[in-house]
């Protein structure tokens, strides 16, 4: 069967590929990872006077950056994700990864979560309202991707660290005054401006990462089967 594009996320036991490079249920599935190390990296420049005071500001964006280790696997589990990542030519091309805790919300969630009004990239918190059609909700700890119909560019992954509603809020919010409404905070802060309408991504958000090496690398025990692992850095387009 013809397909009209070749898949571009790391294989994983959700996501199945073919021998032909497409995403198909009927491709192989993906290895589990055994272990993910995941951190967030945000460069800052430090100074202190004599007499003790401190001056700190963001000197770059801030970027994910994912360690994945797998359980020895053998060559028909190997093989897909090795000539995938083959295909990347190491941090030439990159490509995008769904980690297993951040594949669905803390709590059962469906219906469309949307920006209520347009932001401007740095905002740290914005408002999304329609919250009474949607089942269950989005927590601190969830990962979301943002879907801007004016800006196909906008990849980047965040993760929502405080939930705001009519009830608990500042006391400074005037905005968040309704019932269907809530205001996520969010790390990092926006990095491109999002349209209103623009609608969250909270089930399998993806990472968009590349390699942190140009060598690929595995090893084989006595046993037949192959040692990998693979380290990732968020990449943005």
Same mark, same amino acid.
């Not at 945000?42 to 970027?63: C, D, E, F, L, Y």
């Not at 769904?98 to 969630?109: C, D, E, F, G, K």
């Given at each position: 069967?013809?397909?009209?594009?070749?898949?571009? %996320?790391?294989?994983?036991?959700?996501?199945?590929?073919?021998?032909?490079?497409?995403?198909?249920?009927?491709?192989?599935? $993906?290895?589990?990872?055994?272990?993910?190390?995941?951190?967030?990296?945000?460069?800052?420049?430090?100074?202190? !006077?004599?007499? $003790? %005071?401190?001056?700190?500001?963001?000197?770059? $964006?801030?970027?994910?950056?994912?360690?994945?280790?797998?359980?020895?696997?053998?060559?028909d589990e190997f093989e897909p994700v090795f000539n995938f990542l083959l295909e990347k030519r190491g941090r030439l091309k990159p490509f995008f990864?769904?980690?297993?805790?951040?594949?669905?919300? %803390?709590?059962?969630?469906?219906?469309?979560?949307? &920006?209520?009004?347009?932001?401007?990239? $740095?905002?740290?918190?914005?408002? &999304?309202?329609?919250?009474?059609?949607? !089942?269950?909700?989005?927590r601190p700890g969830d990962m979301i991707n943002i879907t801007d119909s004016s800006n196909s560019n906008h990849k980047k992954a965040y993760q929502i660290i405080r939930v705001n509603d009519s009830t608990?809020?500042?006391?400074?919010?005037?905005a968040l005054n309704t019932s269907d409404e809530r205001r996520f905070y969010i790390s990092p802060p926006l990095e491109k401006s999002v349209t209103s309408g623009s609608t969250l991504v909270y089930t399998n958000p993806l990472i968009r990462v590349i390699q942190k090496a140009d060598v690929q690398e595995y090893s084989i025990g006595t046993n037949n089967l192959y040692q990998y692992s693979l380290s990732l850095e968020e990449a943005q387009p």
């Amino acid at each position: 069967m013809a397909f009209s594009d070749f898949a571009n %996320r790391l294989p994983d036991p959700n996501y199945k590929i073919t021998e032909a490079g497409d995403n198909s249920s009927s491709g192989i599935a $993906g290895p589990g990872f055994s272990s993910v190390k995941f951190s967030s990296e945000q460069p800052v420049s430090i100074s202190r !006077t004599n007499s $003790g %005071r401190v001056s700190t500001r963001a000197i770059v $964006g801030q970027k994910w950056t994912i360690d994945i280790t797998y359980n020895p696997m053998t060559r028909d589990e190997f093989e897909p994700v090795f000539n995938f990542l083959l295909e990347k030519r190491g941090r030439l091309k990159p490509f995008f990864v769904v980690l297993p805790q951040y594949s669905s919300a %803390r709590t059962t969630t469906s219906g469309t979560i949307s &920006v209520q009004s347009a932001e401007s990239a $740095g905002a740290s918190n914005f408002i &999304v309202s329609g919250y009474d059609s949607v !089942t269950g909700g989005l927590r601190p700890g969830d990962m979301i991707n943002i879907t801007d119909s004016s800006n196909s560019n906008h990849k980047k992954a965040y993760q929502i660290i405080r939930v705001n509603d009519s009830t608990n809020k500042l006391s400074t919010d005037s905005a968040l005054n309704t019932s269907d409404e809530r205001r996520f905070y969010i790390s990092p802060p926006l990095e491109k401006s999002v349209t209103s309408g623009s609608t969250l991504v909270y089930t399998n958000p993806l990472i968009r990462v590349i390699q942190k090496a140009d060598v690929q690398e595995y090893s084989i025990g006595t046993n037949n089967l192959y040692q990998y692992s693979l380290s990732l850095e968020e990449a943005q387009p």
